[in-house]
């Protein structure tokens, strides 16, 4: 089966700019995770998604995120607008319902200028 | 608040060596572990974890983990590394309810030389 796959790999884009990121899960799987690691330190939990809803999103930092998952499938995390503290690398993962094993794609390491 | 300590920041090895990576936690109820590892230009890829059963569970390429519930402990082991074994390694817990965020520490990276 395909693995978790993220789009774009790389952004640089200025502060103030919007940036979107995308993650596409593995099929079937209902949970959809997102986290960051900032340089230096370590990965963050930002938000979970149970097929379109959103189950946690406790780690959201602020409101210039926002996290879609439309349909339930693929998601996008909109930075809107980006600042510097916002660089980092995004990582989204997936897993199955019940399952405990989050598996994850090859994250979007975002710099803001 | 729920937090996963990991010792050692960068550990420098010589081929052949015994690997030993410490790891604790910090979370009142029950827990699954993991550990994770991220090689060059590669994603993260789940090396072992424990959910339950025999706290010694083995996992890819050689590595094991002894979950140690008294001290919070699953520190992570290989008894002799390899130069591809360089790579970035995490911990990270969840509670034991299922679809729950990871908790991960800051990751060491190891650094193998032929």
């Given amino acids: 089966e395909a693995g978790v796959t993220q789009f774009p790999s790389h952004s640089v884009i200025e502060k103030g700019q919007t940036v979107t990121l995308r993650c596409d899960p593995i099929s079937g799987h209902d949970n959809l995770y997102w986290y960051r690691r900032v340089m230096g330190k370590e990965i963050k939990f930002l938000l979970h998604f149970v097929k379109e809803s959103k189950q946690d999103e406790s780690g959201m930092p602020n409101n210039r995120f926002l996290a879609e998952r439309t349909g339930g499938t693929y998601s996008t995390l909109k930075v809107q607008p980006a600042e510097l503290e916002d660089s980092g690398v995004y990582f989204c993962a997936s897993s199955r319902t019940g399952g405990n094993e989050q598996f994850f794609g090859p994250g979007t390491r975002l710099t803001v200028l | 608040a729920q937090s996963v300590s990991q010792h050692n920041h960068h ?104």
């Fill in chain 2, 11 to 114: 550990v420098i090895l010589s081929e052949a060596a015994s690997l030993e990576l410490g790891c604790n936690y910090s979370y009142g109820g029950t827990v699954n572990l993991f550990w994770y590892v991220q090689y060059p230009g590669q994603h993260l890829q789940l090396l072992l974890k424990y959910f339950s059963g025999d706290p010694l569970v083995k996992g890819i390429k050689g590595f094991e983990a002894e979950f140690i519930k008294s001290k919070f402990s699953f520190n992570l082991r290989k008894p002799s590394v390899q130069w591809s074994d360089t790579a970035e390694y995490f911990c990270a817990v969840n509670p034991r309810q299922a679809g729950t965020a990871l908790i991960f520490g800051k990751g060491t990276t190891l650094s193998v030389s032929s």
